[in-house]
């Protein structure tokens, strides 16, 4: 299984940025599917920032509750991450994470985010 993460950028704080991470998987083979994120200088966090079940429940991070929104579209394999009111602390390496129904997880190559003040 391979992740391909879109390409991530420079925006500046208050801005918007939307993560796409498409994973080439055996249809209805996904559950859950996240994205962690890793600060320079600082080791990948280990919980995931936002993740979204199989059967489409999610879970957010305390920071940035009611700034990001996880998606997925099941046909296409394919996470979304809408990042709204980006703040100059979401600067990071966003990594996409899938673990298919026989247990076994992939990652993406992480694409950096940069949010300037």
């Known amino acids: 299984v391979q992740l391909v993460e879109s390409r991530g950028g420079l925006v500046q704080a208050g801005g918007s940025l939307r993560l796409t991470c498409a994973a080439s998987a055996i249809s209805n083979s996904i559950n859950d599917m996240s994205w962690y994120r890793q600060v320079p200088g600082k080791q990948r966090e280990l919980g995931a920032t936002?993740?979204?079940?199989?059967?489409?429940?999610?879970n957010y991070a305390d920071s940035v509750k009611g700034r990001f929104t996880i998606s997925r579209d099941n046909a296409e394999n394919t996470v979304y991450l809408q990042m709204n009111d980006l703040k100059p602390e979401d600067t990071a390496v966003y990594y996409c994470w899938l673990q298919n129904i026989w247990g076994q997880n992939y990652w993406g190559q992480g694409t950096q985010v940069t949010v300037s003040s």
């Open positions: 936002v993740i979204i079940r199989s059967g489409g429940s999610t």
